[in-house]
């Protein structure tokens, strides 16, 4: 969430400054930076203790001029429009930089899913997707999962959406192997952060990664592979910090066994014998070499941003970094590797997902590995021409590389 920043505007901040660079006109931005799509549903749900509860539903289709619009379903009790809409609109940049034919969408629900129990949610998943069906689908919008969804919440799109159009396990990704997902789906995204950091640590700023010290906020999905990855490139994971708790070793913590810990303790960090503990609003001033953040948006702030020690920042997260606080980064010489990029390797990998449910055939986790590694080194490659170039930062090469490929297309089938 974006805290008192609205996010769409952050979003848009970021989207003219590379809208500059290619000089575009006002009409042009006006078009790229508008949704095509907004849809607002009513889910009447009656719950287990007999309550009838009306819970708000919400799908932005942003951009399709590239391809099928493709984002994740958020469950969170703070979701608003405006923070969907710069969800999707991200996700329509992130797709065009690392070159995969989708557009940008996102949805979700407000609703505790903490909350709730799981006939709760599947009964919410299943209206909120039967009364979105009609602009779902494999050629049309793809969702995926995000904050609080999951590989069983998709399998019930796919179910709900089966029951009016037909199995067709392409109209979602993110499913559970045995309904069509794909190896490598789950540890995707952390993968592309790890190798980010990577080209970013040793490429660019020409330092080896071996015992490179590493700060986390996160250790879901995202920051427990991305952490697990770099461990394996020999960087030391020193501070991890997730919303129950945070644990630190200046030797780099086992992680391993930390990953074993968290699945086998309510997925969180907190009480881990294998280091210190301290409190996790301290992460951002751990001593380290990279940071990642790998949890929310808006949390890397004009409060926040002077005590970090990092030199490389790589987002893990979606708009962790307030527009004030990149400006505190670039002004004090931190490279910053953008959400777009960073954490572009799980909409790579859905991507790979879709195209084996269409062509009905699998590939194994190290074919995906090889592939998704591929696709990230060219963009990676693609966003550092644009940044030398135009002198510009990593957010803005990102950006300008993304606009103009969906100019491009958008100039080709007309506007
Ligand atoms: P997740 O639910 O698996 O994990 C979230 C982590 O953040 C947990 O460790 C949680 O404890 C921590 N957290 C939550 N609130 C916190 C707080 N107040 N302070 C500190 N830590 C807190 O989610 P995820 O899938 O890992 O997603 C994390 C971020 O990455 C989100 O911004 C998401 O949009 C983004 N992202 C995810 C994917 C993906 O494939 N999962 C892809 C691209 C971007």
Same mark, same amino acid.
């Not at 969430?1 to 996010?7: F, K, Q, V, Y």
């Not at 590995?369 to 940044?387: T, Y």
């Given at each position: 969430?974006?805290?008192?920043?609205?996010?769409?505007?952050?979003?848009?901040?970021?989207?003219?400054?590379?809208?500059?660079?290619?000089?575009?006109?006002?009409?042009?931005?006006?078009?790229?930076?508008?949704?095509?799509?907004?849809?607002?549903?009513?889910? !009447?749900?009656?719950? %287990?203790?007999?309550?009838?509860?009306?819970?708000?539903?919400?799908?932005?289709?942003?951009?399709?001029?590239?391809?099928?619009?493709?984002?994740?379903?958020?469950?969170?009790?703070?979701?608003?429009?405006?923070?969907?809409?710069?969800?999707?609109?991200?996700?329509?940049?992130?797709?065009?930089?690392?070159?995969?034919?989708?557009?940008?969408?996102?949805?979700?629900?407000?609703?505790?899913?903490?909350?709730?129990?799981?006939?709760?949610?599947?009964?919410?998943?299943?209206?909120?997707?039967?009364?979105?069906?009609?602009?779902?689908?494999?050629?049309?919008?793809?969702?995926?999962?995000?904050?609080?969804?999951?590989?069983?919440?998709?399998?019930?799109?796919?179910? $709900?959406?089966?029951?009016?159009?037909?199995?067709?396990?392409?109209?979602?990704?993110?499913?559970?192997? %045995?309904?069509?997902?794909?190896?490598?789906? #789950?540890?995707?995204?952390?993968?592309?952060?790890?190798?980010?950091?990577?080209?970013?640590?040793?490429?660019?700023?020409?330092?080896?990664?071996?015992?490179?010290?590493?700060?986390?906020?996160?250790?879901?999905?995202?920051?427990?592979?991305?952490?697990?990855?770099?461990?394996?490139?020999?960087?030391?994971?020193?501070?991890?910090?997730?919303?129950?708790?945070?644990?630190?070793?200046?030797?780099?913590?086992?992680?391993?066994?930390?990953? *074993?810990?968290?699945?086998?303790?309510?997925?969180? /960090?907190?009480?881990?014998?294998?280091?210190?503990?301290?409190? !996790?609003?301290?992460?951002?001033?751990?001593?380290?070499?990279?940071?990642? !953040?790998?949890?929310?948006?808006? /949390?890397?702030?004009?409060?926040?941003?002077?005590?970090?020690?990092?030199?490389?920042?790589?987002?893990?997260?979606?708009?962790?970094?307030?527009?004030?606080?990149?400006?505190?980064?670039?002004?004090?010489?931190?490279?910053?590797?953008?959400?777009?990029?960073?954490?572009?390797?799980?909409?790579?990998?859905?991507?790979? $997902?879709?195209?084996?449910?269409?062509?009905?055939?699998?590939?194994?986790?190290?074919?995906?590995? $090889?592939? %998704? #590694?591929? /696709?990230?080194?060219?963009?990676?490659?693609?966003?550092?021409?644009?940044?030398?170039?135009?002198?510009?930062?990593?957010?803005?090469?990102?950006?300008?590389?993304?606009?103009?490929?969906?100019?491009? *297309?958008?100039?080709?089938?007309?506007?």
């Amino acid at each position: 969430m974006a805290g008192s920043t609205n996010l769409f505007d952050s979003v848009n901040r970021q989207f003219d400054a590379a809208a500059d660079i290619l000089g575009l006109s006002q009409e042009i931005r006006e078009l790229l930076k508008t949704p095509y799509r907004e849809i607002t549903v009513a889910m !009447p749900i009656r719950m %287990e203790d007999g309550s009838l509860k009306v819970f708000k539903g919400y799908r932005v289709q942003h951009n399709g001029v590239r391809g099928p619009q493709k984002g994740g379903i958020r469950y969170h009790p703070d979701l608003v429009l405006d923070d969907v809409r710069a969800l999707a609109s991200l996700n329509t940049w992130k797709t065009a930089v690392v070159n995969i034919p989708f557009g940008g969408a996102k949805g979700g629900i407000r609703c505790d899913p903490s909350k709730m129990s799981q006939h709760e949610l599947e009964m919410l998943t299943r209206r909120y997707i039967s009364k979105l069906s009609m602009v779902l689908g494999p050629t049309r919008d793809v969702p995926s999962p995000d904050v609080n969804t999951n590989a069983q919440t998709m399998a019930w799109v796919m179910d $709900e959406y089966g029951r009016k159009n037909g199995h067709q396990p392409a109209c979602v990704t993110g499913k559970p192997l %045995e309904l069509g997902g794909s190896q490598g789906r #789950e540890a995707a995204t952390g993968k592309g952060v790890a190798i980010c950091a990577r080209e970013a640590y040793e490429g660019v700023m020409g330092r080896s990664l071996r015992g490179a010290r590493v700060a986390l906020q996160g250790f879901g999905n995202v920051g427990s592979f991305a952490a697990s990855f770099l461990h394996g490139m020999g960087a030391n994971i020193v501070a991890v910090a997730d919303e129950h708790g945070a644990v630190r070793r200046a030797e780099g913590l086992d992680i391993p066994a930390l990953f *074993a810990y968290v699945r086998q303790n309510r997925g969180t /960090v907190a009480g881990f014998p294998g280091g210190e503990a301290f409190d !996790p609003a301290a992460v951002w001033e751990q001593p380290c070499d990279i940071l990642i !953040p790998a949890a929310l948006g808006g /949390v890397l702030t004009e409060a926040t941003a002077p005590a970090v020690t990092a030199r490389l920042i790589v987002e893990g997260a979606n708009a962790p970094t307030t527009p004030e606080a990149d400006r505190i980064f670039q002004e004090r010489g931190i490279l910053l590797i953008p959400d777009i990029l960073a954490n572009a390797g799980g909409v790579t990998v859905s991507y790979f $997902e879709w195209v084996q449910n269409l062509q009905q055939l699998f590939w194994n986790e190290a074919e995906i590995f $090889e592939k %998704e #590694e591929k /696709v990230l080194v060219q963009a990676f490659r693609d966003v550092a021409d644009k940044v030398q170039r135009h002198g510009c930062t990593w957010r803005t090469g990102a950006l300008v590389l993304a606009l103009e490929r969906v100019r491009t *297309a958008n100039e080709l089938r007309g506007w």
